[in-house]
């Protein structure tokens, strides 16, 4: 494995440098949302919300994030950090807490678009409602993908497609196939084992860990 050297810099600062307070990084941003790297640790937050580690997210769209972290504001671009010296890129890994119900679920993104995930081992694709996917702008109808999905309701139709980008905490895979199914349903998109297969998982203390495979 290759780990390629990169000048970390200061980025955007609306207050005085504080190059004591990183590392901060942007994996991931959205309209009001952003997936950020605080002290190692990432955090999927709206606008208005402060991580464990005092992180404040004050507004976000797909180009920036304005952060105010210890005493500080940030402003961050994608992979941009705050520090002030030379580092090494370190291996992605993502941690996901259960949630009251056993659940994982995690923010992450389908052709930049955001969205909420759960986790589901037990599905072969990524599955997304059409609703969602007119939202993602997706071009899903199509008489030669029609199929049809088994659910707790029983047989739906659905239509294969295939994602050109699924991230997930910074964990990017490409080309990825997936499921359309008419309706509404599921309300969170389901994160099937056509992206999971990309990815190194195992559960400690209750909580599942996501790796880069490399």
Do not use: C
């Not at 080309?175 to 008419?182: F, L, T």
């Amino acid at each position: 494995m290759t780990k390629i050297l990169l000048l970390l810099l200061g980025v955007g600062l609306l207050a005085a440098p504080g190059w004591a307070n990183g590392p901060l990084e942007a994996t991931g941003l959205f309209k009001d949302r952003a997936m950020l790297r605080v002290l190692g640790q990432d955090r999927y937050v709206r606008v208005g919300e402060t991580t464990p580690e005092g992180a404040k997210l004050l507004e976000a769209d797909a180009a920036h994030a304005l952060v105010s972290f210890r005493g500080e504001t940030y402003r961050l671009s994608l992979t941009e950090r705050v520090a002030g010296r030379f580092a090494a890129v370190e291996d992605t890994s993502i941690s996901i807490s259960p949630d009251s119900m056993g659940q994982y679920r995690v923010g992450g993104s389908i052709n930049g678009g955001y969205v909420d995930f759960l986790v589901d081992t037990g599905a072969s694709v990524v599955a997304l409602s059409a609703r969602q996917a007119r939202a993602l702008g997706l071009d899903f109808v199509n008489a030669e993908n029609r199929t049809t999905v088994v659910t707790a309701q029983g047989e739906v139709p659905s239509y294969l497609v295939t994602l050109a980008e699924v991230n997930v905490g910074g964990i990017t895979a490409h080309n990825v196939q997936a499921a359309v199914i008419e309706g509404d349903y599921p309300v969170d998109v389901l994160l099937g084992m056509s992206y999971l297969r990309n990815v190194k998982m195992r559960e400690h203390a209750g909580v599942l860990l996501l790796e880069r495979k490399y």
